[in-house]
């Protein structure tokens, strides 16, 4: 109860120095399966086994959910809270963008549209013409990278409750 209240009042404090325009709240629920975390009617998963891209996609079907897309600044420090609550960091982690079926025109993998980026500097750059796929908390800004499928990064996962 402590840390909803501790929430909402950082969340009118943001509103009112309008430091950003949305707030979400993390909280853990039952609406959401059992180690998922909740937030603006959705669920998201930190997994912390690190594989390829594709693999990563996979296993997040595998839970009903697909890797995370990033609609707002507001998810974007929500899905960095996800994983640091759940890696005790905030290292590079795949989410669900790419340009893996023509270069340069990025989708998230659940079909959305692009509304929020938070490239790197210079970045998408695709480096060597093998960088299709998209981590955040690239070292340095915690930014959004383009990086090689084959890497193997943990994920985070998303899914509607």
Do not use: H
Request: glycine share 8%; proline share 3%.
């Amino acid at each position: 109860m402590k840390l909803l209240t501790a929430s909402a009042l950082l969340c009118a404090m943001m509103a009112l120095t309008a430091a950003q325009d949305e707030c979400y709240v993390l909280k853990k629920s039952s609406s959401c399966p059992a180690g998922w975390t909740e937030s603006n009617n959705k669920c998201y998963f930190y997994v912390s086994t690190a594989l390829p891209w594709g693999d990563a996609q996979r296993n997040c079907q595998s839970m009903s959910a697909n890797l995370a897309s990033v609609q707002s600044l507001g998810e974007y420090q929500l899905i960095q809270r996800v994983i640091s609550d759940g890696s005790r960091a905030n290292g590079r982690t795949w989410i669900g963008g790419s340009d893996g079926q023509q270069e340069g025109y990025w989708f998230w993998i659940d079909g959305t549209r692009f509304q929020y980026t938070n490239w790197c500097r210079g970045e998408p750059n695709n480096m060597g013409g093998n960088e299709q796929c998209m981590e955040m908390n690239f070292p340095g800004d915690l930014c959004m990278n383009d990086q090689s499928c084959q890497d193997r990064f943990p994920s985070v996962c998303i899914k509607s409750k």
